[in-house]
């Protein structure tokens, strides 16, 4: 069986632990790991990778302006079949410039590193499928350049539903929280120190704010919200007599009612 080709390019803390996993797949092949992104051109030149998977944060060079450059230039790179990124920094912006950039897939940090070796799997399967003409299994993959207003759609619903008021702050934040966190389920560990600092960049507002709208929101909702739409959406996780759910349960709650 031919082995999937990795090109690693992370920081150490993050890039040692992924490359033994990846290793110790029988499929994959690590070709080369890097944390000095200033040798990532020159590697790329004269290499070739099914699958690089790198952090587009990282010192000596900026990623995004490296697949600016392998965009550009293509004829002096060997490109990539596949390319992943993996940033602790999410924001819509960066979404839509990897996406301007041929990159599959977004990954945000932390995740676990076998969520990353299945998105090579999956990326790499829907890559062979495209050459032999099966489009049909192959749409059914991840792949980074989907719609995300089907995903706002229902999460809004839900939120009306409740009783959530779209014109306060804490509507928006919860919303993108929201998507965040079912795009990628490893956040939810990591709400404060991940999910709010992202929505806090992307309103241009801070994380204490960002918290405090949510905490507004959730109480507004459970006060004079949808009684019985609250007990069909939360089923038996929550009592509406007792305490009302954290931040990260009502989150975590509408992420499990929309999967």
């Given at each position: ?6 090109l ?16 110790a ?28 998977v ?16 392998l ?44 969520y ?20 049909f ?21 839900i ?14 934040y ?42 507004h ?16 959406i ?5 009592s ?20």
């Open positions: 069986m031919k082995k999937i080709k990795v690693l390019c992370d920081h150490r803390q993050h890039g040692d632990l992924l490359m033994k996993h990846v290793k797949q029988g499929n994959l092949e690590v070709i080369k790991y890097i944390n000095d992104s200033s040798r990532l051109l020159e590697i790329i030149k004269h290499t070739e990778i099914d699958v690089l790198m952090d587009p944060l990282m010192a000596n060079l900026d990623g995004y302006q490296f697949l600016t450059e965009q550009r230039d293509s004829s002096q790179y060997k490109k990539p079949k596949n390319i992943i990124l993996i940033s602790t920094f999410y924001s819509e912006y960066a979404l839509l410039k990897a996406v301007s950039l041929d990159v599959d897939f977004f990954i945000v940090k932390p995740t676990q590193p076998s990353i070796i299945k998105v090579i799997n999956e990326i790499t399967d829907c890559t062979n499928k495209l050459k032999n003409k099966n489009t299994d192959c749409q059914k993959s991840y792949n980074l350049k989907y719609n995300r207003d089907e995903l706002y759609s229902p999460i809004m619903n939120l009306h539903e409740i009783g959530v008021p779209a014109h306060i702050k804490g509507f928006l919860l919303k993108e929280s929201i998507l965040l966190v079912y795009e990628n389920n490893d956040l939810i560990n990591s709400i404060t120190n991940i999910v709010y600092p992202n929505v806090a960049k992307t309103y241009r507002t801070t994380v204490s704010r960002v918290e405090r709208a949510i905490r929101a959730i109480e507004v909702a459970w006060n004079r919200g949808n009684i019985d739409a609250i007990s069909q939360f089923n038996d996780s929550v509406l007599s007792k305490a009302k759910p954290t931040n990260i349960e009502f989150i975590s709650m509408i992420v499990n009612h929309l999967k």
